[in-house]
């Protein structure tokens, strides 16, 4: 196990999780017969393609979400509300920037990220968001494209979650178009070495409550696309304002808002040194879509786990539990076929992209695909929990209205599908 990750995480936490695993292996070894017992919850035993280490954190983000977000997460989506202290509590457990090197990071492997945002969103989709705007788009940014001064600056802060960030991309009118952003960076007329930015970002997740904004706007004398941090702190009155959306239909468990922008004066040395066009907004997004790929398939076991327990304890027609009927044992058994692919395919993404292998449309295949597809299930195992599904107790109402969201941003399923049409036949249909 890396020294920085034993350094980050309680070792506490860490040993018991391996010993009690170790525990169980023993006890399993024990017992075992030459014919292997099927998991309902490990369908295909992708455990078995895990490090030890890779299983010791999954573990310990596990613990660490049904622990503590999940006790909260009921009246938190009741009352809309998010409570930033999660990330400081994420930051303590080296959840934060995990895969970054350095800076106060864990290093660990794409897998182990995966692992992490699978356990964040078996709870809420919207507790993973908030985690993956923070270490994915912006903290993954400022380590793949930002400067030395800059990586010092803000990473050991975000990773500690002193320093919370937020990602400014998407637009009012330009969704799944970024090209056509209209924010503009043009040089200040009076400081030297400044930049004034005005535009507007919409749907972005944290920045209600973001210290920090990579804010990408399209500099005047050129057209090209730069990246820009702003600190909210050094924005005069007027220039920056981040109103909260409200009255969402899902995610409401995590906090999203707006940037607006008007001739706020950023320093050039918080303008990314050298990348230009949507490669450095497209790399952000295609780290966070791969821990999207993984996370919703915690939420989609999460789904299953709650209507396999409710169709065994639901009694119905002569003393029998509905999970005897055999349209209740179908729906399980395609959720759980579908988790279990999803699950095997962002492994083995992981691991490409561990060793450079991975390309952009093998991120948009998993997450098009996992996010369709756990949407898709949760909604038809809605169904097993009739009448009470309108109940916010059980849970699974609140997977579903959180996986329309998950399936539509960062690239809508849509608009992957055409990504890998233009892969497959060499065609773009986008214009």
Not at 246 to 271: F, W, Y
């Amino acid at each position: 196990m890396s020294r920085l990750l034993l350094k980050r995480w309680p070792q506490r936490v860490l040993l018991q999780a391996l010993h009690a695993r170790n525990a169980r292996h023993a006890r399993s070894f024990a017992s075992s017969s030459p014919i292997s017992q099927f998991d309902w919850e490990d369908p295909l035993a992708s455990k078995n393609l895990l490090t030890e280490e890779e299983l010791a954190i999954s573990e310990t983000a596990e613990r660490y979400s049904q622990d503590h977000l999940l006790p909260r997460v009921l009246q938190a989506y009741r009352d809309e509300h998010y409570d930033a202290q999660i990330l400081r509590e994420m930051g303590e457990l080296g959840l934060l920037g995990a895969t970054i090197e350095g800076y106060g990071c864990a290093g660990v492997s794409t897998v182990a990220g995966g692992l992490i945002t699978r356990a964040v969103e078996r709870v809420d989709s919207g507790y993973r968001s908030g985690m993956s705007v923070q270490s994915s788009l912006v903290m993954g940014g400022i380590d793949d494209f930002g400067s030395a001064e800059q990586k010092d600056r803000y990473l050991p802060e975000m990773a500690r979650g002193t320093l919370i960030g937020a990602f400014g991309l998407t637009e009012p009118n330009h969704g799944s178009d970024p090209g056509s952003m209209e924010s503009v960076a043009r040089p200040h007329p009076q400081k030297t070495g400044y930049y004034l930015l005005s535009g507007s970002k919409t749907w972005i997740t944290n920045s209600p409550i973001a210290d920090v904004l990579l804010v990408w706007a399209k500099l005047e004398e050129t057209g090209k696309i730069r990246g820009f941090l702003v600190n909210r702190k050094d924005c005069p009155a007027g220039t920056l304002e981040t109103p909260a959306i409200k009255n969402k239909n899902g995610l409401r468990a995590s906090i999203t808002g707006m940037i607006h922008l008007a001739d706020c004066p950023v320093p050039k040395e918080n303008m990314f040194p050298d990348v230009e066009g949507l490669k450095g907004p497209f790399s952000c997004l295609n780290s966070a879509r791969y821990g999207i790929a993984l996370g919703t398939m915690g939420a989609l076991e999460d789904c299953i786990a709650r209507a396999r327990t409710y169709a065994l304890e639901r009694i119905q027609f002569k003393g029998n539990p509905i999970a005897k009927y055999q349209l209740v044992q179908k729906k399980l058994a395609d959720a759980s076929t579908d988790a279990a692919y999803g699950v095997l395919a962002a492994i083995q993404v992981g691991r490409l992209k561990d060793e450079g292998k991975a390309t952009p449309e093998m991120i948009s295949m998993i997450k098009r695909q996992n996010c369709d597809k756990a949407l898709q299930n949760a909604r038809v195992l809605q169904e097993i929990f009739g009448g009470n599904a309108v109940s916010d107790e059980y849970g699974i109402g609140r997977h579903v209205a959180n996986l329309f969201v998950t399936q539509t941003y960062e690239g809508q399923s849509d608009i992957h599908s055409l990504i890998l049409g233009r892969a497959i036949t060499g065609l773009q249909a986008f214009v």
